[in-house]
């Protein structure tokens, strides 16, 4: 293997994680914003559970960002294509991702109800949609998207908004994310409060779970039935990134599932995270939060690990002109960006995860109702 | 307690040299700015202090 | 090639332009209040008096409601590259989205997971690691606008990246002469001390307010001798590196500077006036109403008495060769990505430095196809395509005009204000404090100003000489552009109206009534660093 390569793959694995950690981060807090009304059954036991993502939700968002700044980067043909394709869904998750920091620093500042009930409908939006339309792209992506590019690149949409939403598959994907984040948004509620939203929470985290489980295994007999794409010539791992020419791609039914049945030992990953999903729900009901919330992460970075060797080396296939498909080898970036990347990364990540730690070794305990009220400076 | 303060402002000194060699070589502007602001903060502080200083010598309401 | 809408891309633009005018409201408050915070802080951590801690809080609360919506449009922009702009993000994404991922590693992620704790640690934290937490929250939000602003100029003044015709894109080559870019070192010292500046009028403005009132005085009389010395240092700065910005554009974007300055015809200097009144007319190409001051524009553009200036009239004469020679790189472009023959790629190498202006002419060429022009079409598509070459030269000449005019005020204002403060004699000038009380959202214009001046002036590139405005956007339907445009138009009169409630909310009732002192009863003494140290 040249040394491009490797590179190529170690960006998508990369981006791997960081779907991960966007799923299991962000989907916590966006978790809490979408329980926020149910667990709080007046003001202060909100802004409790508030105040428990409070000090940490921006910089997991950040991971969000980072997540879009790193796509661009790494793979900007993947980054510009898939955005476009995605318009009136994206301009919607762009709409309630900007409304979550808006309403986390506006809510408390006035003490009118209507204000914050208003506020609190903010949160169950902006939590709830990004985290289905995060697990309906996966769906959509995995059933191939209508584009091509001209000679010069330019790229033409040949599909409809509305398909990419009255997806049925794509509809199982994101309330499967949905769930998912029901979970680990309880989980941490769990972890940091006390009676009643510990019980509540507890109860709506346990179903977020299963259903998960639920939605996850049904999805894997759809795809087994659905059609997949297979590099049939060209597309060389080691190829110069041009997205417009190179490769001959074809529909197969059932090709999402040719590397599992290649490599059997690969099934341990759905299964484990199946797994995860049952056992999660019976560790919260053991009151083990902080055990379940790991066990909720490692259902995340099995879902998205079962998708990643599914796919690979498909990052967005096109189903109008499968030739010009998307992969790890033909839309990244050059080696000189991906190298320089690398090394950025290795110099700052260690430092990120050193003061995020610390972020939170500061700002550890218990939040407690009473202090939240009187204190002026949360939210 | 001394010792890690001592090492600490060691690092920080040679970080600093470093950056004022390479950074004030190639890029004049980026290294301006750094003085610059450290010493817009120290003067507008300064400014702060004197007036501690002035209502002391002089107490009188006026502001 | 299919064509391109242009009521699209002019869509496309509307809302570029719209959101990140919008999201520029927010950003330069928070380059400037951080710092500013940190130097109340720094008193309060030296000096150990509860005032300055007072000042920090209360002027942490103004800039956390602002803080907000910073971060939130600014997901926005992070989003419309791809979701608009398409082929420019495949085209230069390669070299573009570098600085962009480097300012979430670096910057961004820094500055967001601090903002947590310098709100939320005051009690957790000794006061020198509180003080370390603001100033690391100073230093990531400008090393954020460091990054955008590398980014940035890299499409004003490209610099390493070359076009591969195997990619079909520009591919990075050196991310040194990327970040050490001249434009992106000038523009981002002269942004983020115009930040400074938008700062320090507002925490001025509402000092002066509070002094107006006879309210807070100790608090207000200080934070404003600290905002009125921050403002005058900064608007020098940024008045000095509004000079040096002006050279570059000078040197690398002719069509741009001659926009700014409104000169259609090539300067005679040195008696060339500068121009302080003028209506330019972009369809008669000249200016009406002309009102100038003689030997000025010579020196200080070009910083000599002898240097002309080319008109644009003259540039756009210069453009014609280059544009027909754009055409016929495109053209061995297409044929060698057909064929792969060393010939073609010969033919395309001799023309590949005018390839832009190849793509220029395509909205000009029949089908909008520059490979397919009849021989006999040629000089009618290269003599359409040449005003094309020059951007809206009213909105740049005054859109400059309104910035340079602005911060002459702010340097007047500021100065008697630092003047005025020092002798201790606000009080005595209530017209001084009226007028800095209205002047508070000028500097937030001029910035805009600024921007409008910068990237209209750009015009017609995205990428400046290599990839044209009317190719880089999405190609979508206009259904979608107006479904995204009504949808931005609600949400942020939302924000606008929530922001500017809470902002005049929480102004009016000012730092005691938020609290601080309710808890701080004693305004008078703690162990400071410099009894500290004294022990």
Redesign the interface.
């Known amino acids: 293997m040249d040394s491009y390569t490797i590179l190529k793959f170690f960006w998508a694995a990369i981006l791997g994680i960081l779907f991960m950690g966007l799923g299991i981060m962000v989907g916590m807090d966006m978790g809490v914003g979408t329980l926020l009304r149910f667990v709080g059954r007046n003001d202060g036991e909100r802004r409790t559970a508030l105040n428990i993502i409070?000090?940490?939700w921006?910089?997991n968002?950040?991971w969000?960002?980072?997540g879009?700044?790193?796509i661009?980067?790494?793979f900007?043909?993947l980054?510009?294509?898939?955005?476009?394709v995605f318009?009136?869904v994206?301009?919607?998750l762009?709409?309630s991702?900007?409304?979550?920091?808006?309403a986390?620093?506006?809510r408390s500042?006035?003490e009118s109800s209507r204000w914050r009930a208003s506020w609190d409908w903010a949160f169950l939006i902006s939590g709830a949609f990004p985290m289905f339309v995060y697990g309906a792209a996966f769906g959509n992506v995995m059933e191939g998207v209508g584009y091509h590019f001209?000679?010069?690149?330019?790229?033409?949409?040949d599909e409809s908004?509305l398909s990419y939403l009255l997806n049925p598959f794509a509809i199982l994907c994101g309330l499967m994310s949905v769930a998912l984040s029901v979970y680990q948004g309880g989980a941490m509620l769990m972890l940091r409060a006390e009676e009643p939203i510990y019980g509540r929470a507890q109860r709506y985290a346990v179903w977020g779970g299963w259903t998960a489980a639920v939605l996850f295994a049904l999805g894997g007999v759809w795809i087994s039935r659905m059609s997949g794409y297979v590099l049939v010539s060209g597309g060389a791992s080691g190829m110069?990134?041009?997205p417009?020419?190179g490769q001959h791609v074809a529909r197969v039914a059932g090709g999402w599932l040719a590397h599992f049945s290649a490599h059997p030992a690969l099934w341990i990953v759905p299964l484990g995270g199946l797994a995860c999903m049952i056992v999660g729900p019976l560790v919260l009901r053991a009151n083990r939060p902080a055990l379940g919330w790991w066990i909720g992460a490692g259902s995340w970075i099995a879902t998205i690990k079962t998708v990643g060797i599914a796919m690979f080396p498909f990052l967005m296939p096109s189903s109008t002109t499968p030739d010009q498909s998307l992969t790890i080898w033909n839309s990244c970036?050059?080696a000189?960006?991906l190298t320089?990347?690398l090394v950025?990364?290795a110099i700052?990540?260690p430092i990120?995860l050193s003061?995020?730690s610390w972020?939170y070794y500061?700002?550890r305990g218990k939040v407690r109702t009473a202090d939240i009220v009187n204190d002026?400076?949360?939210y | 307690m001394r010792l890690p303060t001592l090492l600490g402002l060691a690092l920080t000194l040679v970080v600093a040299l470093l950056f004022a060699v390479f950074v004030g070589d190639q890029g004049p502007w980026y290294f301006a700015w750094v003085i610059g602001t450290v010493m817009i903060v120290l003067i507008s502080g300064a400014g702060a202090v004197l007036m501690d200083a002035q209502n002391e010598q002089n107490p009188s309401e006026e502001v | 090639?299919?064509p391109?809408s242009s009521e699209v891309v002019d869509l496309s633009r509307l809302q570029f332009a719209v959101t990140a005018l919008y999201h520029f409201m927010f950003v330069p408050l928070t380059l400037g209040l951080t710092f500013m915070l940190a130097a109340m802080e720094t008193v309060y951590v030296v000096t150990g008096r509860k005032i300055y801690k007072d000042m920090a809080q209360f002027w942490g609360k103004l800039f956390?409601?602002n803080?907000?919506?910073g971060?939130?449009?600014?997901?926005?922009m992070?989003?419309e590259?791809?979701?608009?702009?398409?082929?420019?993000?495949?085209?230069f994404?390669?070299?573009?989205?570098?600085p962009?991922?480097?300012?979430?590693?670096?910057a961004?992620?820094?500055e967001?997971?601090?903002?947590?704790?310098m709100?939320?640690?005051?009690d957790?934290?000794s006061k020198p690691a509180h003080l370390a937490v603001t100033y690391l929250v100073a230093l990531g939000s400008n090393l954020s606008a460091l990054w955008i602003l590398v980014a940035n100029a890299s499409m004003n003044v490209p610099q390493g990246t070359h076009f591969?015709p195997?990619?079909?894109?520009m591919?990075?080559?050196s991310?040194v002469q990327v970040i050490f870019n001249p434009d992106a070192q000038a523009k981002f010292v002269h942004t983020s001390v115009a930040g400074y500046v938008c700062a320090s009028m507002l925490v001025m403005g509402i000092s002066a307010f509070y002094i107006l009132r006879g309210r807070h005085k100790a608090f207000a009389a200080r934070s404003f001798r600290m905002a009125a010395l921050f403002g005058i240092i900064s608007t020098v700065a940024v008045i000095t590196l509004g000079d040096v910005l002006g050279r570059l554009v000078y040197e690398h974007q002719p069509t741009k500077l001659a926009a700014m300055e409104g000169v259609w015809r090539t300067t005679k200097p040195p008696y060339e006036p500068w121009l302080a009144f003028a209506i330019p007319d972009d369809a008669k190409q000249e200016n009406d109403l002309e009102i100038g001051i003689p030997f000025v524009l010579t020196p200080l553009v070009t910083h000599s008495f002898t240097a002309p200036i080319t008109g644009m009239k003259e540039l756009e004469d210069q453009a014609g060769p280059r544009i027909s020679s754009g055409i016929a790189a495109l053209t061995a472009l297409?044929a060698w990505?057909a064929s792969g023959s060393a010939s073609d790629l010969a033919a395309f190498n001799a023309h590949k430095a005018d390839m832009g202006y190849g793509?220029l002419a395509a909205r000009h060429a029949p089908g909008q196809d520059v490979t397919a022009i009849p021989a006999g079409q040629l000089d009618t598509v290269v003599n359409e395509t040449k005003p094309d070459i020059l951007p809206n030269v009213f909105v740049t000449f005054w859109a400059f005009r309104i910035m340079v005019f602005l911060s002459l005020w702010f340097f007047a204002v500021f100065a008697f204000g630092s003047y005025v403060s020092l002798k201790n004699r606000l009080e005595r000038n209530p017209l001084l404090l009226k007028l800095c009380l209205w002047s508070i959202p000028l500097p937030i214009l001029a910035t805009e100003f600024g921007w409008i001046t910068a990237e209209a002036g750009r015009q017609p590139w995205t990428v400046f000489d290599l990839l044209p405005t009317y190719?880089s956007a999405?190609?979508?339907s206009v259904g979608?552009m107006l479904?995204?445009l009504a949808?931005f138009a609600l949400?942020y009169s939302i924000?606008i109206a929530?922001e500017l409630y809470?902002m005049f909310?929480?102004a009016r009732l000012g730092p005691e009534e938020?609290?601080a002192h309710a808890?701080h009863d004693d305004p008078g003494h703690e162990d400071g660093l410099v009894v500290a140290l004294g022990e």
Request: hydrophobic residues 50%.
């Open positions: 409070g000090p940490h921006d910089g968002q950040v969000f960002i980072l879009g700044g790193a661009f980067a790494a900007p043909t980054y510009a294509t898939s955005f476009s318009y009136v994206m301009i919607l762009l709409f991702m900007i409304l979550r920091p808006v986390f620093e506006y500042k006035v001209s000679w010069t690149g330019q790229y033409y949409q908004f110069a990134p041009d417009i020419r970036a050059s000189y960006g320089c990347m950025l990364a700052f990540v990120i003061y995020t972020c500061v700002m002026t400076h949360s | 090639m299919e391109i956390g409601i803080f907000a919506l971060v939130a449009t600014g997901i926005t992070e989003f590259f791809g979701t608009n702009w398409s082929m420019y993000s495949r085209f994404g390669d070299m573009f989205g570098t962009l991922a480097i300012e979430g590693l670096m961004f992620f820094m967001s997971t601090f903002v947590g704790l709100f939320f640690g005051w957790r934290l591969d195997e990619t079909m894109r591919q990075f080559d991310i297409k990505r793509f190719l999405s190609t979508h979608y479904f995204s949808g949400i924000f929530a809470l909310k929480f938020h609290g808890r």
